[in-house]
């Protein structure tokens, strides 16, 4: 094998889609079954999408409300990987682990300011 290329890379074309296919599903079974954050993301994507096709009037407003939900879990489970890194490597207080998770928590924060915004915006433009 050559020194450029991970051992654990493996395969290539369709056999490659169904195994990143896998890995993604494992992804998605861990993150809901460890980590309580994402569970709750994903109830309040539960309840906000749904909504979403009743309150939007146009297919960019509903594009728009149902994309900022999904950001959010997208950033909880990159923020969950950081975490589990950080994790792997030492469970010892250390200034550069809390930034890590502090950063990563607070992209977290930021992507539910982003979805309130974008509904409160949506949902005050329908008001007018």
Not at 11 to 38: D, W
Not at 94 to 104: I, Q, T, V, Y
């Amino acid at each position: 094998m050559s020194p450029d290329r991970s051992l654990y890379k493996g395969t290539s074309g369709t056999q490659r889609i169904f195994n990143a296919t896998r890995y993604s599903a494992t992804g998605l079974k861990t993150a809901f079954r460890t980590e309580a954050a994402f569970r709750q993301i994903v109830l309040i994507n539960l309840i906000l999408i749904p909504l979403s096709f009743w309150i939007s009037q146009s297919l960019a407003e509903q594009a728009l409300m149902v994309a900022v939900c999904l950001l959010a879990l997208i950033v909880e489970l990159i923020n969950s990987a950081i975490e589990a890194v950080v994790d792997r490597i030492s469970i010892e207080q250390h200034e550069l682990s809390k930034n890590a998770k502090d950063m990563g928590s607070a992209a977290q924060f930021v992507a539910l300011i982003l979805i309130t915004v974008t509904w409160g915006i949506i949902l005050i433009g329908h008001s007018f």
